[in-house]
């Protein structure tokens, strides 16, 4: 289980985060809401190792994270993903999701001994480069890309980009995947697709993942999470089933002024 305990993250005079406390189970879908501003990139910076907090402790079945890096909590099984897309445009559809993976099979190497292993043609190197293929195509299979493996992602749409940033970020199956908006830049419809899609891929009973999502679009977030949490100021204001903060007051006085 994921536990975040008493987070506060201050930049200078600035506290982005205020005594955070919350539990993400195994195989749960947690809905994270809350206005502009409220805190929800800076927690998931935080969870996922890319800020130090300020105090306060994440830990994974009791393991503290919060002094791991980036990559170390990804380990972990803890994997994020980024607004805005970080694909390269010129390489294929499965060089990009290969790129993803196969730096994170091959560690223990080291990049140098990696590269080294892979030009001499070692069983190691084969054996990974291998597993990463299969890893990844078997990835994009799950979200429909795999008609479009040896495409260039500049020909691909933006809802299918979404996609194999998903793709990338599912292929090494963590056991939680940590969304930060990923319907950013989507029509209603696409979004819709998108996130049902991703939360279909996390109930996978063959291959469960529990989901941190951060998502403006109310009304689809809660309607596809297990539990959500409403942020505001840093703070959490409330904590409780999908349907119980779907009519909840705070959600009222947040969102529609308190109609
Ligand atoms: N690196 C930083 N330096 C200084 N202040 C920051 C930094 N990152 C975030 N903040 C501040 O912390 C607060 C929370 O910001 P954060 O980006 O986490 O909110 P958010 O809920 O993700 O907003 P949005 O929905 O717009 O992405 C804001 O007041 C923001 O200005």
């Given at each position: 289980?994921?536990?975040?305990?008493?987070i506060?993250?201050?930049?200078?005079?600035?506290?982005?985060?205020?005594d955070?406390?919350?539990r993400?189970?195994?195989?749960?879908?947690?809905?994270?809401i809350?206005?502009?501003g409220?805190?929800?990139?800076?927690?998931?910076?935080?969870i996922?190792?890319?800020?130090?907090?300020t105090?306060?402790?994440?830990?994974?079945?009791?393991?503290?994270?919060?002094?791991?890096?980036?990559?170390?909590?990804?380990?972990?099984?803890?994997?994020r993903?980024?607004?805005?897309?970080?694909?390269?445009?010129?390489?294929?559809?499965?060089?990009?999701?290969?790129?993803?993976?196969?730096p994170m099979?091959?560690t223990?190497?080291?990049?140098?001994?990696?590269?080294l292993a892979?030009?001499?043609?070692?069983?190691v190197?084969?054996?990974?480069?291998w597993?990463?293929?299969?890893?990844a195509?078997?990835a994009?299979?799950?979200?429909?890309?795999?008609h479009?493996?040896?495409?260039?992602?500049?020909?691909?749409s933006?809802a299918?980009q979404?996609?194999?940033?998903?793709?990338?970020?599912?292929?090494?199956?963590?056991r939680?995947?940590?969304l930060?908006?990923?319907?950013a830049?989507?029509?209603?419809?696409?979004?819709d697709?998108?996130?049902?899609?991703?939360?279909?891929?996390?109930?996978?009973?063959?291959?469960?993942m529990?989901?941190?999502?951060v998502?403006h679009r109310?009304e689809?977030?809660?309607?596809?999470?297990?539990?959500?949490i409403?942020?505001?100021g840093g703070?959490?204001?409330?904590?409780?089933?999908?349907?119980?903060?779907?009519v909840?007051?705070?959600v009222?006085?947040?969102?529609?002024?308190?109609?």
């Open positions: 289980m994921l536990e975040v305990s008493a506060t993250m201050k930049f200078g005079g600035v506290t982005a985060l205020d955070v406390n919350f993400v189970e195994d195989g749960e879908v947690l809905g994270v809350g206005p502009n409220s805190g929800k990139s800076t927690l998931i910076n935080v996922s190792g890319f800020y130090r907090p105090s306060g402790a994440v830990t994974l079945d009791g393991a503290s994270l919060s002094h791991l890096p980036p990559e170390r909590v990804r380990r972990e099984g803890l994997v993903t980024f607004q805005n897309l970080r694909l390269v445009d010129e390489m294929t559809v499965l060089e990009n999701c290969l790129a993803g993976v196969y099979l091959t223990g190497y080291g990049f140098v001994g990696a590269s892979s030009l001499l043609g070692l069983p190197a084969r054996r990974r480069a597993e990463a293929d299969l890893l195509r078997e994009l299979h799950r979200v429909d890309l795999e479009r493996l040896n495409d260039r992602v500049s020909e691909l933006y299918e979404k996609r194999l940033e998903i793709a990338r970020s599912i292929a090494l199956k963590p939680y995947l940590i930060d908006e990923p319907t830049g989507m029509g209603v419809d696409e979004a697709h998108l996130v049902r899609m991703i939360v279909q891929l996390a109930r996978d009973p063959q291959q469960p529990a989901l941190f999502l998502e109310l689809l977030v809660l309607d596809v999470s297990d539990r959500a409403v942020m505001d703070r959490v204001l409330a904590d409780g089933p999908a349907e119980e903060i779907a909840s007051q705070v009222r006085d947040i969102y529609v002024g308190g109609e």
